[in-house]
């Protein structure tokens, strides 16, 4: 959550006359992406009349090799109308362009805000925006293979090992191995699938009032099943933030908005209890992962994977319930 | 360089409603402040065609007991055509509110950025508003004592210590005890005074092309001597950063543009020598004591003390002749 790279105002300048959008007016670096630096632009825009942007500095080479993708993917979403940030591209055409040897790119600016305590309505909205990602992303042309899938959880957990695990809590092994054999056993396979978001947290959602005005952060984007993504979007929505209680208004909201754009199928329907427990292990295995491997004194704030472990819990006896609407 | 509280966006939304603003739109934490978190807010404005705001939480208590002074002294510059933001008072007339139990203010955004390589023009512009700055505080009401005056760099210099000081370059402790020396026996007394800003640096003035947009972050704001004010601002302007090269078009500029809006007196200019190699001092002092209380690991980036040791030995060796305009 910091700015890595100072950017000069001139280099900066420089970079933006790269593109049709005016003259450089103000640059803020934000406080937003983990292994990006991110600034919030404003220029003269086209008309003189100003336009923002957010421009990413991507830190690592290998963010780099993953551009054509996501922004590829951003342009083919923003075209067919969904709430995601077009990309800008330059003078020459270009998605990315380069400097000091690091991949940046320019983006459209969306306003609103992510909420923290999202109402029936918001959640309705964000159901029915993630529809319409699904549907849009039917004939988009690139695939990005899902690396945060089962055997990527079964190595972190098992990269955790049960001492690492139990130093969370004591009773973390045996919920986690115990919830990967299950899910090696019960995940489902042949259910309608394509490019997905995968990470659709209310940070990931601006909002204004109770409509979706941006989908973003689309760097976990990977080929799965759509009722997994919507399962991602149930867990992470549909309790307060500690797992401890579900909102049950909510997790219907979110449903029932889903199916007013996109039917589910009776199979799809039938594997969200599973797809939400697959759900829940992808973060408890991520998050107990990095809780070992993050010093406490860290910048980054380490993520509690026991929240994740309250949702598990839940979803294990919950059964179809949560998913009737 | 940090936010280091998360705001809710819905605390948000009630705290711009305590502001005759509009209606909350969006709002990015943006990464400055070294205690302070910031966002940067925008609004539906108050007639409908967006605005745009900083917002400011003050971490540290202690930083509360100084806000009367420093957003009274914004709102005083501002209502005098200085280009520095103007505070933003509440429906009930304040300057600043409360949230958790930390104060937060709202102000202007302004427009600009902050140059790395100024031009003479920029460095002309940036004189010119300095001395602007200076013909208005003559009617403000309110005063704020000099913290970091000869009496802090001597506390900090022995604090650091001779072997502290060794450690930072092996002929540091030398140079920085027979400069406070030397300060302690010259530095001026009856030259004129106000409050002045004292931190000047480029990343603390707004730029569009050669016009100062804005002046910011007047958190060193104190009662002191002009013309040192003027002394610190050529000190940040007039060097590569390290120090080791001395810009004489851009310190002639900068001495140019003061003196186009304010003329100083013949004891001022006899004095900036001396007041120059104060404002070196001033900041080797609190390099020296960061650079040994700040781990090498941590967030903030240290800066190098040296970068004003080889400054202070320009000032120390030319003598009049940097400020001859």
Redesign the interface.
Known sequence: ???YTHL???D??ALIAAYDVGE?????????GVSNSNW?I?TSGKDGHGARFILTMYERRIDTAYLPFYLGLLDHLSARGCPVPATIHDRDGSLSREIDGKSVALIEFL???????PTPGQARAVGAALAQLHLAVSDFPMTGVQTMGLAEWDRLINSCGHDGLAQIDPGLPEIAFGELSHLAAEWPAGLPQGVVHCDLFPDNV???GDEVSGLIDFYFAAEDFFAYDLAVTHAAWSFTTDGSNYRPEIGSALIEGYRSRRSLSVSELAELPTLARGACMRFISSRAYDWLHTPPDA?VTRKDPMAFVRRLQFYAAAGQRPFAS
């Not at 450089?24 to 937003?32: D, F, M, R, T």
């Not at 306003?111 to 305590?117: F, K, Q, T, Y």
């Open positions: 959550m910091a700015v000069a105002a001139e900066l300048a450089l007016v103000s640059a803020k670096g934000i406080a937003e919030l404003e306003p609103g805000v992510s909420v923290d305590r601006l909002m204004l910048l």
